[in-house]
């Protein structure tokens, strides 16, 4: 919640800030966000460096395309508002305890793992498309450098997720879980 009330005034003040100083901020807040999230243990740390980043995407297109900057805020809130959530549920506070997600709740640990996809910004789902068109708006606008440096500042972003998204599924510890799994359809009715 904390991004609206800077949005908003981002977004009534923008015709009159300086287009060069904006991108430069852009590219330095997406350059910090990806390179402070990467050796992060824990998932706050992780989502206050993708929100830096993430509001660099924000900033730089305020210039150009106001209305894509409150789409892509939108997105943005959604997507995190999903994690804190399934993060909160879980009780999850650092990267190597998502992986005991899988014997609690499987679909959880799915919707974690779509949802930080999302925020790095993989082509298929969500997250992208504002990325996808402020990479466009750049360069109709004749900025095709600082669209390379956003989208290779994305792949930062990308990278950190997919390690968490990895050391989460790939390392798990072996567990002796007897219970049944919460996650499997039971039977209501039986026919006799």
């Given at each position: 919640?904390?991004?609206?009330?800077?949005?908003?005034?981002?977004y009534q003040i923008s015709p009159s800030l300086n287009m060069e100083i904006l991108i430069m901020l852009a590219i330095l807040s997406t350059m910090l966000g990806g390179w402070g999230g990467l050796n992060q243990t824990q998932m706050r740390k992780v989502l206050a460096y993708s929100s830096i980043a993430h509001m660099g995407w924000t900033v730089i297109i305020?210039?150009?395309?106001?209305?894509?900057?409150?789409?892509?805020?939108?997105?943005?809130?959604?997507?995190?508002?999903?994690?804190?959530?399934?993060?909160?549920?879980?009780?999850?506070?650092?990267i190597k305890s998502i992986s005991s997600l899988w014997n609690k709740s499987t679909p959880m640990t799915m919707i974690v793992f779509l949802?930080?996809?999302?925020?790095?910004?993989?082509?298929?789902?969500?997250?992208?498309?504002?990325?996808?068109?402020?990479?466009?708006?750049?360069?109709?606008n004749n900025n095709p450098t600082m669209a390379i440096i956003m989208a290779l500042s994305a792949l930062l972003n990308l990278f950190f997720y997919m390690r968490i998204i990895y050391v989460s599924s790939l390392t798990m510890f072996p567990t002796s879980n007897n219970s049944k799994h919460h996650w499997f359809f039971t039977q209501t009715k039986t026919i006799n």
């Open positions: 919640w904390q991004k609206i009330a800077p949005t908003a005034l981002l305020a210039l150009i395309n106001p209305n894509l900057t409150i789409l892509s805020l939108m997105i943005y809130i959604m997507t995190t508002l999903t994690l804190f959530m399934t993060l909160n549920l879980s009780s999850t506070t650092k949802t930080l996809l999302s925020l790095g910004g993989l082509p298929p789902l969500t997250g992208f498309m504002p990325k996808w068109l402020i990479l466009q708006e750049l360069i109709i």
